[in-house]
């Protein structure tokens, strides 16, 4: 596939992104006027070293994270002023998060954990209403990610791979725009890490998906569209990636 | 609802919580057994202060007696307050001493004399329960019934066993006298009016008749001098029995007839083999004791008169300030003996004198209602109306006041209970840091954060509070067992059935008093996790995200 320069507006982009993180009286600066775009349908990897300010670049994007000084625009409105309501709306409707950890909750067995964002979306009233639906809709996508003989599981008894595969089916179940991934392969074997690439790029293929991902491997991140290097809280250059 | 997925999980993962649930139960286990047995204790003194009392008294301020007599006081009762009247009963009171004689040995002893009229008295407060002819009797171990039957009046009979106890005395005394009489002719014994019980002659007083000096015991003279010394500057006076007329009278009780209270004529032994109490009696009725009172003297200045009485029953209420103190007497033959009946010159009764009127209403709740209307009918300065709380409020404020700093402690011990949770609390929201961060990154609000953590405060709560409370409860139902099984255990007995007068531990469980421990143990447990609920909503996400 081709990389043509598309005029269109960014699904969402983040500008002139400044951050630092302070410890006791040592001053980080992790991000020192950063910014990315992502349009829609994109596939970007976000590379750096460790501590060149990727994962908090991600992280403002998403707006987890607030920056000291820039803006995030989602649609080309700006977001990371917003509200806290209005920001953890956005979180569970809009973004889809995965992490190299995976984060589960360990209280829950996997099928809960798919579901527990739209426990989040809705009031207690609403989610019993829905529950039906809610739970079917779970089950379509662990077996949309090949997990459906593990849904009663708790994560303690997940392998890595599988963990993965289901924090990228509870990230989908709110039907994101954008799936913003920190180190999705980081924690997982060659082999099990591939799976999970395969997954990610076949979803942003069938759906559209928006795709940010954050790694530290070459090879990983030369399978997204686009890679964006980060080095000392700047962006180096936006390199067009091979055709994949 | 992830809020309450997660409560419950947490609930049913966490066996540290646990500890904390274990302390707010116990602590309202506590307070709910306490506060039971407190009550009934409570209860039960209140009980019987107030049966022996009635609701509303109406005393006189001084010792002769209400002015207008006790036909007119009655009357101005009933006229003011006669519709909330369920039953009222005159009585005089007065302070006194009583002497028995036991073995060789005379006991004098202070009273409290009340001269009542029993048909009255049984219906104003529960008078049949404490006599002892009208109740069980625990004889060898075994409970046989009264000695006289249910619908029997509470009188001044004597019962059959009482009647030949006393013939057998006389009969006896009488042999000893004519062989003293025998073997010394020449002294003169005069016949013996004021025996008391016993058998030994030397300590019968001698007396003349009733205008006379008296020639008493020394003893006694001493005694009842001490008693109400420094005011009686007049001899004593003392007034002899009726003498008995005819064969037929031969063992009769005299005018004079008391119920006695126990701890009077009894006391404790232990039985040097078996290390068991029992109770002696050192007087019975059908025995005669000496009773010395106050009266207003001719002279009008307070003389001491003395004179005998019969014993009828046993007074035995449970309560040791009554039971060691209380003589009941007759009224009519005490008004006689104090000079307050008043006679025409034919010599009948046209007035007499009482010190007070104990009255039972129908609604205790009017109570207020008739003590004004009582204090309106009667000149304050010689009378005085008031409730029996109003009487006893010293102790019952005393009882009130411990109940209420009671409350306090334990309810501080549910307080502790609270620091525990909130320690164990953050422990908790530190274990759980990185999965706030998991559910802030899903979108989860702070608030909806820091409910979890509140409601999960709650849910400790509550099941501390239930099983708290069940536990208080089974307790309370089965204290008696319990306390058997600690006596046996430690091998003494806890609950001393001779200090405390109770068969059984009293208890009383209030329904209000339940619940509000149940809350308020609540409110500690979820007070105590706002703190560290707030810590877990305020957290960054992506702090928490890293931690670890």
């Known amino acids: 596939m081709t990389q043509t320069l598309k005029m269109t507006t960014p699904l969402i982009s983040a500008k002139a992104i400044q951050k630092t993180y302070t410890t006791g009286s040592h001053h980080v600066r992790v991000l020192r006027g950063a910014g990315i775009t992502a349009t829609e349908g994109e596939f970007i990897s976000v590379i750096g070293q460790s501590g060149s300010g990727k994962s908090t670049m991600l992280h403002v994007l998403g707006l987890l994270d607030a920056p000291d000084v820039g803006e995030v625009l989602y649609e080309g409105k700006r977001i990371d002023n917003l509200s806290e309501s209005a920001r953890d709306q956005l979180r569970n409707r809009v973004f889809g998060f995965i992490f190299q950890f995976y984060h589960l909750l360990p209280e829950l067995s996997l099928l809960e954990n798919v579901m527990a964002p739209l426990m989040i979306r809705y009031s207690l009233l609403d989610y019993w209403k829905q529950r039906r639906a809610i739970k079917q809709q779970a089950r379509d996508i662990l077996e949309e990610v090949g997990l459906s003989h593990r849904i009663k599981h708790r994560p303690s008894e997940l392998s890595g791979g599988e963990l993965q595969r289901g924090a990228i089916a509870r990230a989908l179940i709110t039907r994101p725009r954008i799936l913003l991934a920190d180190e999705p392969t980081g924690n997982l074997d060659a082999e099990t890490g591939q799976e999970i690439m395969e997954l990610l790029k076949k979803l942003n293929d069938d759906s559209k998906l928006t795709i940010v991902m954050v790694t530290h491997d070459e090879s990983v991140a030369a399978q997204a569209h686009r890679i964006v290097r980060l080095k000392e809280g700047q962006i180096e250059k936006a390199v067009i990636a091979n055709a994949i | ?548």
């Not at chain 2, 992830?2 to 999980?9: I, S």
């Not at chain 2, 010394?184 to 003349?208: H, K, L, W, Y």
């Not at chain 2, 209380?326 to 046209?350: A, S, T, W, Y």
Request: aromatic residues 6%.
């Open chain 2, 1 to 548: 609802m992830y809020k309450l997925l997660l409560c419950v999980r947490y609930l049913r993962t966490r066996y540290i919580a646990l500890a904390s649930i274990t302390s707010v139960m116990l602590g309202v286990a506590t307070m709910i057994v306490v506060n039971s047995v407190l009550a009934g204790f409570t209860n039960e003194m209140r009980d019987r202060i107030h049966g022996f009392l009635a609701d509303v008294l109406l005393e006189s301020r001084h010792t002769e007696g209400i002015v207008e007599g006790s036909e007119e006081t009655l009357r101005r009762v009933e006229a003011a307050i006669g519709k909330h009247v369920a039953a009222m009963t005159p009585t005089v009171e007065i302070p006194g001493m009583a002497q028995i004689t036991y073995g060789s040995e005379t006991y004098p002893m202070p009273i409290s004399l009340v001269g009542i009229r029993p048909e009255t008295k049984a219906k104003v407060g529960p008078l049949r329960n404490y006599l002892a002819n009208h109740q069980p009797r625990e004889v060898d171990g075994q409970t046989l019934p009264p000695l006289k039957s249910a619908d029997a009046p509470v009188d001044w009979e004597l019962t059959d066993e009482a009647l030949e106890r006393r013939r057998d005395l006389k009969q006896m005394q009488r042999d000893l006298l004519e062989q003293q009489q025998m073997l010394q002719p020449e002294v003169r014994f005069s016949d013996t009016t004021g025996e008391v019980g016993a058998s030994d002659i030397s300590d019968i007083p001698q007396f003349d008749d009733e205008q006379g000096d008296v020639i008493a015991d020394a003893e006694t003279e001493a005694d009842t001098n001490s008693g109400i010394q420094g005011l009686l500057n007049q001899p004593p006076v003392f007034l002899p029995d009726a003498p008995e007329e005819t064969e037929r009278d031969f063992g009769a009780p005299l005018d004079a007839r008391v119920y006695i209270g126990e701890g009077l004529v009894s006391y404790m032994a232990t039985d040097p083999d078996t290390g068991e109490q029992h109770r002696v009696m050192m007087a019975e009725p059908g025995d005669d004791i000496t009773i010395t009172t106050v009266r207003l003297g001719k002279t009008g200045k307070p003389e001491t008169v003395s004179f005998n009485a019969t014993i009828v029953d046993i007074f035995r209420s449970g309560m040791s300030e009554y039971d060691g103190q209380l003589v009941l007497m007759n009224l009519e033959e005490l008004q006689r003996k104090r000079g307050m009946l008043h006679f025409d010159p034919e010599g009948n009764i046209i007035n007499d004198s009482i010190t007070s009127v104990q009255i039972k209403l129908h609604d205790y709740a009017n109570a207020e209602e008739v003590v004004k209307a009582l204090q309106a009918s009667f000149p304050p300065s010689a009378v005085h109306a008031g409730t029996w709380e109003d009487k006893q409020n010293v102790l019952l404020s005393a009882v009130e006041m411990e109940t209420a700093i009671l409350n306090v402690l334990l309810f501080l011990i549910i307080t502790v209970a609270g620091f525990g949770i909130l320690a164990i609390f953050f422990m908790i929201v530190v274990e759980k840091t990185r999965d706030i961060g998991i559910l802030k990154s899903l979108g989860a609000s702070s608030k909806g954060v820091m409910s979890i953590f509140l409601s999960y405060g709650l849910a400790l709560g509550l099941v501390g509070s239930i099983a708290g409370v069940v536990i208080g409860l089974l307790f309370v139902r089965y204290i008696n067992e319990i306390e058997d099984g600690l006596s046996w255990l430690t091998g003494r007995e806890v609950f001393d059935r001779d200090i405390y007068y109770f068969d059984t531990i009293p208890t009383h469980v209030s329904p209000m008093m339940v619940f509000w421990v149940a809350v308020g143990a609540m409110a500690i447990a979820v007070l105590a996790s706002v703190l560290p609920a707030r810590r877990a909503s305020r957290l960054h996400p992506v702090r928490a995200l890293r931690f670890d």
